[in-house]
């Protein structure tokens, strides 16, 4: 396949409800949305990045210069390019792995396309449908929270994650924990917002029999996720820390980790992705699909990976109306019997609505191969 151009749109779109977690809230998606120009045809990517460089080194500002300077020219300076081939010309690059998985999707996009090929078909997959779990913000109090949680859960929600960090931990979990039972699926997420001092309080957490807590430290404290996972009861779910399979495999040595959140950009595209999914596979090490409030383009394509068979907890896999009343895809992913059906089309899932995404741009690049 032959890459003849890319075109880089940053988009914004209003979400439903502000979203808040222990980096900030967000009441808008900032978003860059690649398209590929190929001699087969065009295909579609999302890079995933949070407006600010809290969640990683990354954030929006910085995609379209860095992809304009450094990522674009190696993908075009090629004459032949396959999807297993971006990692590769892109792998001098430090860092930046959002934006690699968005030139990555968007390359694969354009080859599935090109070859009648669905992407659950490219990956093997054989569910028809993955449970939809929802991740719950921090509201401005626990009766909100609480309500919240119950509309989920009455929506048909299948696991309920709860936004946690320091002063927002025990009293919100315990009042979900107590309005709802021991049967619902539960769990945090710290955003690594947690001090390793805070072991012993976060010990606490065994209380509520959680499904996991998620990334308490700091991304770099392999050692003191490793001791929590020593002196908890509640399984230790990496995130910020799960950036690449050669870390994974030191967290699992370690024993710092009892189930890992695997996201696509996070790692560097869906090929790292499930390149981890093996690999914990191969250690039993439980995995499930994390999001990071996508459209419905790169939600398409987590709906195919969370079908994978290593993949066997509920994930933050949710339908597009969680986040978006206007979507940028033409059939934005509905829940149906708490579900998501697992899409079949060629590509990566999805078709673009070209009105609402023009609708949405706020800034448009487009590069050739002759460097413009």
């Excluded at 045809?41 to 954030?59: F, K, Q, R, V």
Aim: proline share 6%; net charge negative.
């Amino acid at each position: 396949m032959r890459l003849e151009g890319l075109e880089l749109r940053r988009v914004q779109l209003p979400l439903v409800a502000p979203f808040t977690t222990a980096f900030g809230s967000q009441s808008v998606r900032d978003v860059v949305i690649v398209r590929a120009l190929t001699d087969l045809g065009e295909g579609w990517g999302e890079c995933a990045t949070m407006p600010w460089p809290l969640y990683s080194s990354e954030s929006t500002d910085l995609v379209i210069p860095l992809m304009t300077a450094h990522l674009a020219p190696r993908l075009l300076a090629v004459e032949s390019l396959e999807p297993s081939d971006v990692g590769r010309l892109l792998a001098d690059v430090q860092g930046h792995r959002m934006a690699k998985a968005a030139l990555e999707s968007a390359v694969m996009d354009a080859w599935l396309r090109g070859t009648m090929t669905s992407f659950a078909e490219h990956l093997g997959v054989t569910r028809t449908r993955i449970p939809c779990g929802v991740s719950v913000g921090i509201p401005s109090t626990v009766t909100g929270l609480v309500d919240e949680v119950g509309g989920y859960l009455e929506a048909g929600y299948q696991r309920i994650k709860l936004k946690i960090r320091p002063g927002w931990d025990l009293e919100p979990v315990g009042a979900v924990r107590r309005a709802f039972g021991p049967d619902v699926p539960l769990q945090v997420d710290a955003n690594a917002s947690y001090h390793p001092s805070d072991i012993g309080f976060l010990a606490r957490l065994d209380l509520f029999d959680l499904l996991m807590v998620e990334q308490p430290f700091a991304a770099d404290r392999l050692m003191a996720h490793a001791d929590l996972a020593a002196a908890v009861r509640t399984p230790v779910c990496l995130d910020e820390s799960a950036t690449s399979c050669a870390v994974v495999a030191d967290a699992i040595r370690l024993r710092a980790v009892d189930v890992v959140n695997i996201k696509p950009g996070r790692v560097g595209g869906f090929a790292e992705a499930v390149w981890m999914h093996d690999l914990c596979r191969a250690h039993a090490v439980p995995v499930w699909c994390g999001g990071m409030v996508e459209t419905g383009i790169g939600r398409a394509a987590n709906t195919v990976l969370a079908a994978l068979d290593g993949f066997t907890l509920v994930g933050d896999n949710s339908p597009s109306d969680r986040f978006f009343a206007e979507d940028v895809v033409t059939r934005p992913m509905a829940m149906v019997d708490g579900h998501l059906e697992v899409p079949q089309s060629p590509g990566m899932g999805f078709e673009v609505d070209r009105g609402a995404l023009a609708a949405a741009t706020v800034q448009q690049v487009q590069l050739d191969r002759s460097g413009r």
